[in-house]
C-alpha cells in the first residue's frame, strides 16, 4: 500500500476544534476514498494544523459491472430510454435472467488521480461547528485561516488547487513545504515523507499529536508537583483545553499569596482554572499555596516567568477577595428584594416573583414528602434564599459559582446548616452521573427549583422541540428523577407538579416527562419492551390525576425499581417466562372473542368449573390475587412477581387440558371469565403486552 500524507497549516484553532478536525478529516478521507480502502495510521492535530496518515491503494483497478434494466418484456420505449441513458443502442445491450442489461467497463483510476478530485471536495465541504470566511472575493471557509496544504502520496507531491468556479480561494494549493517551530519562531521546510516531517517537528520540541502531547503535560506536571512534595489536581477538560494551546507544552510553579488562601477554594479555582487555565495544588489532602501552569514553550530564566504568572494571579485573587468582601457586607435575605430587577424568563416575570414562589413550593414539597413543620419552614426558607446570590458581584464575575457562593454567604449570615447546604447544592445532580442531594431541606428545594422550571416554562409554551432545548429543560427532569430516585422516594410524580400548578396542565408536559422517563430507563439498559410495560401501568390514586392524569401515581423510584426487577425476572425467577407465554396466549384468546363481541360481565361460577384443572386454576388464582395486590400495595414488587410466577404451572394446565371455547354458552363465558381475571392480575404487575417475546 501506499503512504498518504495530508497537514492543514492554518492560524491558531481553537482548543476545542483541534481533535475534532483530525477526527473528522480522518473519516472523511475513508468515506471519500473507499475505493483505495484507506487506513488511518496516525492523526496529527496541534494548536496550528490538523492533518492525517493513511496507506491507501495506489490504484482502483479495471473492471466491469452490470446495470440492471428493464425486463424483456418491457415497452420498447422503457428500453430504448434505458440504452439512450448510457450512450448505446438497445441492440448493445445484454440479456439475462429475464431483463436487459448495460455492460460498463470501468477503466482503471490512479490514486493520485481521485485524491486530486477528492480533497479539494472536501476541504470545501469540511464540517466544522463553525468556521470562518477572511479576506475578500471567496466563499471559502475554515475553521481559522488556512494558510499551507501539504499533500504527498508515498513522498510525491499531490498537486491541486481549491479555485472552482471563479472563486480564487485566497490562491491556495497544495504544495511539500511545511513549517516547524512555535509560532513566532516557524521557518519553512521542504516534506520529503511523512517521518522526515516528523522528525523536522520534533528536533524543534513540537509534538503534533494530542494524545502524546497531553500525556507529556500531564508528566510534567506530576513531575514538578512531586519535586516539592505536592499532588496537582488535574482537570480533564483543562487538561485537554491546555493541550490544545501548547505546542511546545513545558509546565512551571507558581506561589499564592497567604491572605489568598483564606477565599473559599471554588473562588480560588475558578479564578485559576476558568481564567488564567492553571492548575491548582495539594499537600496531604489540602490546598496548598502553589499553582502549576504550562507555557507554549521554554524560556531561559524560569523563575522570571513563575513571578510574571503569581503576578497575573495576584491581581485575580485580590478581585475575588475584594467582591467576597463587599458581598458580604449585604445579608442574603436583604438581595431577594434586588431581585426584582432580574428577569427570570420573559413572561414568568422577576427572580424576586420566582424566589417567592419557590419558598411556597419548597414548603408544599416538604410536607408532601412527610417531613416535619420544623424541616418545612427551613425548606422555605431555602427556597426564598435560593437565588439570591445571582445579584452579588461574586456571581456576576464568575457566573459558574451561583449556588456554592450562596451557600457561603448563607453560613456567614448564620443561617442554620441544612439551609446552607440546600443553596450550595440546589443545582445538584449535574447529569447523570455525581453527588445528589440528600438531606430532606437540600431535596426539597432542589425540586421545587426543577419543577417550578417545568411546569412555568411549559405553560407559556417554552418547550423542547427535537434535538433543540435552548433553556436545559431535559437536563432539569433528569434532575427529577434522579433525586427521587436516588433517595427512594415515594411520592408520586403527578401530585408533586400538581402543587406548582395554577389548576390547569400545561400543554405536553406529562408526554414530555414519560418521554424523558422512557429515554431514561434506556440510559440504564432497561428493554424498551420492559419500559413500555412499567410506564403503561394505570396506578391512578390521587385527586390530582384530574390535572395530570398520565402521571398520577407514577412514583419515579419505584419505576426505576420495578423496571429493573422485571428485566431480572426472566433468569431470577422460576417459570417466569411460562408466565409470559401464557398470558400471552390469553390475552390472544380474549381479543379474538371480543372482536366477535364477547363481554366481561358477571363473576366466575365455581358451579361451571367442570374439570379439576380449571377448578385449581381457580383455586390458586383466588388465593394468590389478595397476596399479589398486597404485596404490591407494600411496594415488595421482587416478592409479588415471585408469587405470581408460581401460578405458571396451573395456568398450563388449564391451557393443555381444558378447552376454552366449550360448547356451552355458559361454561364458555366462565372459562373466558377466568383467563380475562388471570390477564387483569397480570396488569396489575405490568403492562405484560409490551413486553416482548425473546428467540
Known amino acids: 500500500m501506499a503512504e498518504f500524507f495530508l497537514e492543514l497549516i492554518s492560524e491558531q484553532i481553537p482548543s476545542r476544534f483541534q481533535q475534532f478536525g483530525a477526527e473528522t478529516l480522518a473519516k472523511e478521507l475513508e468515506k471519500r476514498l473507499s475505493a483505495l480502502h484507506p487506513k488511518v495510521k496516525t492523526l496529527i492535530s496541534d494548536p496550528r494544523r490538523i492533518g492525517c496518515i493513511l496507506d491507501i491503494n495506489s490504484e482502483i483497478s479495471a473492471k466491469t459491472t452490470l446495470i440492471k434494466g428493464p425486463k424483456l418484456t418491457a415497452p420498447e420505449k422503457a428500453i430504448a430510454g434505458f440504452a439512450r441513458k448510457y450512450g448505446v443502442s438497445p441492440k448493445a445491450l445484454k440479456q439475462e435472467n429475464g431483463a436487459f442489461f448495460f455492460e ?72 511539500d513545504v511545511s513549517e516547524d517551530g512555535p509560532f513566532g519562531y516557524q521557518e519553512a521546510f521542504k516534506v520529503t515523507s511523512a517521518q522526515t516531517w516528523e522528525n523536522r517537528l520534533r528536533s524543534k520540541g513540537l509534538i503534533p499529536f494530542h494524545k502524546e502531547r497531553l500525556e507529556k503535560i500531564k508528566t510534567s506536571l506530576e513531575e514538578i508537583s512531586q519535586a516539592k512534595n505536592l499532588t496537582v489536581i488535574l482537570n480533564d477538560r483543562l487538561l485537554n483545553e491546555v493541550t490544545g494551546l501548547c505546542e511546545i507544552p513545558t509546565a512551571y510553579l507558581g506561589q499564592i499569596e497567604a491572605s489568598h488562601m483564606a477565599l473559599p477554594h471554588e473562588v480560588r479555582d475558578d479564578l485559576m482554572e476558568e ?98 413543620a420544623n424541616l418545612q419552614k427551613m425548606a422555605g426558607r431555602a427556597g426564598l434564599l435560593l437565588k439570591a446570590d445571582l445579584v452579588t458581584e461574586m456571581v456576576g464575575e464568575l457566573p459558574s459559582l451561583q449556588g456554592i457562593i450562596g451557600g457561603y454567604y448563607a453560613e456567614h449570615d448564620k443561617e442554620t446548616p441544612k439551609i446552607v447546604e440546600a443553596i450550595k447544592q440546589q443545582y445538584l445532580p449535574r447529569g447523570n452521573s455525581g453527588e445528589v442531594p440528600e438531606n430532606p431541606v437540600s431535596i426539597s428545594a432542589a425540586l421545587a427549583d426543577r419543577i417550578d422550571t417545568l411546569v412555568k416554562f411549559f405553560s407559556i409554551g417554552l418547550t423542547p422541540t427535537g434535538s433543540g432545548d435552548p433553556f436545559g429543560l431535559r437536563r432539569v427532569a433528569l434532575g427529577i428523577f434522579r433525586i427521587l430516585q436516588h433517595n427512594h422516594i415515594k411520592a408520586d410524580l403527578g401530585e408533586l407538579l400538581a402543587l406548582a400548578s395554577d ?147 396451573a395456568v398450563d394446565a388449564f391451557f393443555e387440558n381444558v378447552l376454552v371455547n366449550d360448547p356451552d354458552e355458559h361454561i364458555r363465558h366462565n372459562r373466558l371469565m377466568l383467563i380475562s381475571n388471570f390477564c387483569n392480575l397480570c396488569n396489575r404487575v405490568a403492562d405484560f403486552s409490551k413486553i416482548e417475546k425473546k428467540g
Open 104 to 175: 460498463e467497463n470501468l477503466p482503471a483510476r490512479s490514486a493520485q488521480e481521485i485524491l486530486k478530485e477528492e480533497i479539494p471536495s472536501l476541504l470545501w465541504n469540511f464540517p466544522w461547528p463553525k468556521a470562518m470566511r477572511w479576506g475578500a472575493g471567496s466563499r471559502f471557509a475554515w475553521v481559522r485561516p488556512l494558510h499551507k496544504i501539504v499533500c504527498l502520496l508515498e513522498n510525491q507531491l499531490i498537486s491541486f488547487s481549491l479555485e472552482r468556479d471563479g472563486d480564487h480561494a485566497h490562491s491556495l494549493k497544495s504544495g
Open 503 to 649: 389548576g390547569t396542565l400545561p400543554e405536553n408536559l406529562e408526554d414530555f416527562l414519560i418521554d424523558r422517563l422512557r429515554v431514561q430507563l434506556r440510559q440504564e439498559n432497561i428493554e424498551a419492551g420492559i419500559a413500555e410495560a412499567i410506564l403503561n401501568l394505570d396506578n391512578t390514586t390521587s385527586e390530582n390525576a384530574k390535572i395530570f392524569k398520565k402521571l398520577d401515581g407514577k412514583i419515579i423510584s419505584e419505576i426505576f425499581k420495578r423496571a429493573s426487577l422485571l428485566q431480572a425476572a426472566e433468569e431470577n425467577i422460576s417459570g417466569w417466562p411460562d408466565l409470559l407465554n401464557a398470558y400471552r396466549r390469553a390475552s390472544s384468546i380474549l381479543q379474538a372473542e371480543i372482536k366477535k363481541g364477547w363481554k366481561q360481565q358477571g363473576r366466575i361460577e365455581s358451579n361451571l368449573l367442570t374439570s379439576k384443572e380449571e377448578t385449581a386454576f381457580f383455586k390458586e388464582l383466588k388465593e394468590a390475587r389478595p397476596v399479589i395486590l398486597e404485596k404490591l400495595q407494600e411496594r415488595d414488587f421482587q416478592k409479588a412477581i415471585e408469587i405470581f410466577a408460581q401460578l405458571y404451572r
Open 275 to 372: 481564567h488564567q487555565r492553571y492548575f491548582p495544588l495539594s499537600q496531604n489532602g489540602k490546598e496548598a499555596p502553589f499553582f502549576a501552569f504550562v507555557a507554549n514553550h521554554p524560556f531561559d530564566d524560569n523563575e522570571l516567568v513563575s513571578h510574571g504568572n503569581e503576578r497575573v494571579l495576584r491581581a485575580r485573587l485580590e478581585d475575588g477577595r475584594h467582591f467576597w468582601t463587599q458581598d458580604q457586607k449585604k445579608p442574603l435575605e436583604s438581595r431577594v428584594d434586588d431581585l426584582e430587577k432580574m428577569t427570570f424568563q420573559e413572561g414568568l416575570g422577576s427572580q424576586k416573583n420566582r424566589a417567592l414562589r419557590l419558598e411556597k413550593l419548597s414548603e408544599k414539597i416538604a410536607k408532601t414528602l412527610g417531613y416535619d
